[in-house]
């Protein structure tokens, strides 16, 4: 990856900031929460931000504002009397998030979209979505997902939630029945309807390959949601179950960041998975235990800022880590290999059907 190619990434990123910085602190366009934070500390982020390096200047983010305030706290008075959604990260480790949405659901995966290779995702195709509708907004973006690029979508609903409380209290025998129930679902839409495209998690996609061959079924490719993907989990089901004619792209997102796409991954690549954020709308880096940035090849936690005038999220502490990455073609700037849960190799986490 040349310098340059680099420095134009962090210039127009830079740039992206400096006019969102503008748009959630201007009395006429701003959020009220960060209006009130910034009459609170006496300080102006229009004069103090000019590049990401500066957003030390808030200290990282607490989550609990977007659990606790009102709505009315989030919506940026550009956005004032304009109709918006509400959607809910997963809540694996905690009380879930809300965030607000007007048009930031469609325009992230609009973007995204540009990523898919156009051999295994067909433009045209139909899709079938195996994951959460309400109160996740991966219903209808991928639904728009599907019908920019020229096809329709079929959905089989999946409530992520049930499934882990499930597994915690040790009851293996009702989340067994429960991913026998998507599961059937899902193969019964594939051998009766005109799919090429799936969206669904490792562990579905492994069951439902143990079910029927899913290439000579007619599914091209298959975009893999969930956090945790290791080489030798992508190794087993790229070799033993879902073989070469299918293209498995793996992809990282929650409600709060976006969606971030993953560069080729396979045997030249001992089959890490090296996601990249969807900069300049979002940033994605690895810090240690002193808050600092990681180094290239070592392990630290994912702390997310979103980018956008429906949103600003400052140096969010994610509930992931990671290994961090060098750039690589189509995306020049830091990625992340090897994701799962924060200190999972500590303390295992409950992902269920994800």
Same mark, same amino acid.
């Given at each position: 990856?040349?310098d340059?190619?680099?420095n ?71 956005? +004032? %009397?304009?109709?918006? /959604?509400?959607?809910?990260?997963? =809540? !694996? &480790?905690?009380? $879930? ?17 540009s ?5 295994g ?84 996609i ?8 899913? +290439? %000579?079924?007619?599914? /091209?490719?298959v975009?893999?949601g =969930? !956090? &945790?993907?290791? $080489? ?25 960041m ?18 990249y ?44 880590e ?17 994701l ?8 295992p ?6």
């Amino acid at each position: 990856m040349s310098d340059a190619l680099r420095n134009n990434a962090l210039e127009e990123l830079n740039a992206h900031l400096r006019d969102i910085i503008q748009w959630h602190f201007s009395p006429e366009t701003g959020c009220p929460f960060w209006l009130e934070w910034k009459d609170q500390k006496g300080i102006d982020p229009r004069e103090r931000v000019k590049t990401i390096d500066d957003l030390t200047l808030f200290e990282g983010f607490d989550a609990k504002e977007l659990r606790s305030l009102p709505h009315e706290q989030w919506i940026p008075r550009g956005y +004032a %009397k304009t109709p918006f /959604k509400v959607f809910e990260t997963g =809540g !694996t &480790t905690g009380t $879930p998030i809300q965030r607000l949405s007007w048009e930031d659901h469609l325009s992230d995966y609009t973007l995204f979209s540009s990523c898919l290779s156009g051999n295994g995702f067909p433009k045209g195709s139909n899709w079938l979505i195996l994951g959460p509708t309400g109160p996740r907004r991966l219903r209808l973006s991928m639904e728009h997902l599907a019908n920019i690029r020229g096809g329709s979508a079929y959905h089989v609903d999946l409530d992520p939630r049930w499934v882990r409380k499930c597994i915690a209290k040790g009851q293996l025998d009702i989340a067994e029945a429960y991913l026998d129930h998507v599961v059937g679902q899902g193969q019964r839409l594939i051998e009766t309807r005109n799919i090429q495209c799936v969206f669904t998690t490792p562990a579905i996609i492994e069951a439902l390959a143990f079910r029927l061959d899913l +290439a %000579k079924a007619g599914i /091209k490719g298959v975009l893999l949601g =969930g !956090t &945790t993907l290791s $080489p030798q989990a992508q190794r087993f089901l790229r070799e033993e179950l879902i073989g070469e004619e299918l293209l498995l792209t793996p992809v990282y997102g929650n409600t709060l960041m976006g969606l971030a796409a993953s560069a080729p991954s396979g045997p030249e690549s001992n089959y890490e998975v090296v996601y990249y954020a969807p900069q300049p709308k979002a940033v994605l880096k690895l810090i240690g235990e002193s808050g600092d940035l990681v180094d290239y090849g070592e392990r630290g936690r994912v702390v997310l800022t979103t980018l956008t005038k429906e949103f600003f999220l400052p140096l969010h502490l994610e509930r992931d880590e990671a290994i961090r990455r060098p750039p690589a073609p189509g995306f020049p700037w830091d990625g992340l290999g090897d994701l799962r849960p924060w200190r999972s190799a500590e303390t295992p986490t409950v992902e269920g059907v994800y």
